[in-house]
């Protein structure tokens, strides 16, 4: 891991806050979420003698928040950009409030493309330019590989946060920017209470230092990663046909956008 500023989105609690425990002293840091008494903490926390950690409360369900993060994120020069701020509902899309539902699409579809967009040019100019490496991370999910109904809403969020990651990570091949879709299984993280789910779906979970570790880890080195050992078990022939499939139609897209 060499990259030298990291905007994390959702640092105020679960797995964006123990990527940030978890970022090594060297990475400067831009911390957001809505929660600024928890973000300052947090900042408080990791700043060490020479270390820049910023913070900034921004609802990404909003034009306004986004905007924020972005223009923070490009006069501290980011070279890392987290997509990891996401949330949930439990229950059925009929008796979903229809606000619940865009502000997930909001968080969890909007934030992640308006953040990558405006902030990949400046981003991949930078590292060319320094002869390093950008990287871009977009939190996804187990979900993602079959539909859940009473989360339909969120599984489909983050089915596009995967097919986004992976197109993206094809589009940038042979550029300096890594990009990961991390897809964890269930994790020990507040996002349950907070999507009013009954009870826990799976018996087993991960802590969030444990899902946090692993996808920085991975950076650089895979375009997915799955977090749940077991979900991994059985999605492996699946991520491979994955794979060849992706770098298929990459092949061909590429040809044709060559040809423009
Ligand atoms: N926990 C799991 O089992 C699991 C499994 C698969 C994928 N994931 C994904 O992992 C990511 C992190 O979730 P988590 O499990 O760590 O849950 P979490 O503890 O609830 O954290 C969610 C984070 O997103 C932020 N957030 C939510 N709504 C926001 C908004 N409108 N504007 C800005 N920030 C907002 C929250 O900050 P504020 O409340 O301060 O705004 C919080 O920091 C999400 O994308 C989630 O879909 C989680």
Redesign the pocket.
């Known amino acids: 891991m060499h990259y030298r500023c990291a905007l994390i989105?959702?640092?105020?609690?679960?797995?964006?806050?123990?990527m940030a425990e978890a970022m090594p002293v060297e990475t400067d840091l831009l911390l957001?979420?809505?929660?600024g008494e928890?973000?300052a903490a947090l900042a408080d926390a990791l700043a060490t003698d020479g270390r820049r950690v910023e913070i900034l409360v921004?609802?990404?369900?909003?034009a306004e928040?986004r905007a924020g993060v972005i223009a923070r994120a490009e006069a501290m020069e980011i070279d890392f950009l987290i997509?990891?701020?996401?949330?949930?509902r439990f229950g059925s899309v009929a008796e979903t409030p229809l606000a619940t539902e865009l502000?997930m699409v909001?968080?969890?579809v909007t934030?992640p493309v308006e953040l990558t967009r405006t902030l990949l040019p400046g981003m991949t100019t930078r590292a060319r330019q320094s002869k390093s490496r950008a990287g871009i991370m977009i939190?996804?999910?187990?979900?993602a590989f079959q539909a859940v109904p009473y989360m339909t809403t969120?599984a489909a969020s983050?089915v596009f946060?995967l097919f986004y990651a992976e197109g993206l990570a094809a589009e940038l091949k042979g550029e300096p920017v890594d990009v990961l879709a991390?897809?964890?299984?269930?994790?020990?993280?507040?996002?349950?209470?907070?999507a009013a789910m009954p009870d826990r779906p799976v018996p087993y979970?991960l802590s969030?230092e444990a899902?946090a570790r692993q996808a920085l880890a991975a950076m650089g080195k895979r375009t997915v990663l799955v977090t749940d050992p077991i979900r991994k078990v059985t999605l492996v022939p699946g991520l491979i046909r994955r794979r060849i499939l992706r770098s298929l139609v990459a092949r061909v897209m590429r040809r044709l956008a060559r040809g423009k």
Do not use: H, Q, W
Request: proline fraction near 2%.
């Open positions: 989105t959702g640092a105020t609690s679960g797995i964006g806050k123990a957001t979420g809505r929660d928890r973000l921004a609802d990404l369900a909003t928040g997509n990891n701020a996401g949330l949930g502000a909001a968080v969890n934030a939190v996804s999910s187990v979900v969120y983050k946060d991390v897809c964890p299984g269930g994790t020990r993280t507040e996002f349950f209470d907070r979970m969030a899902v």
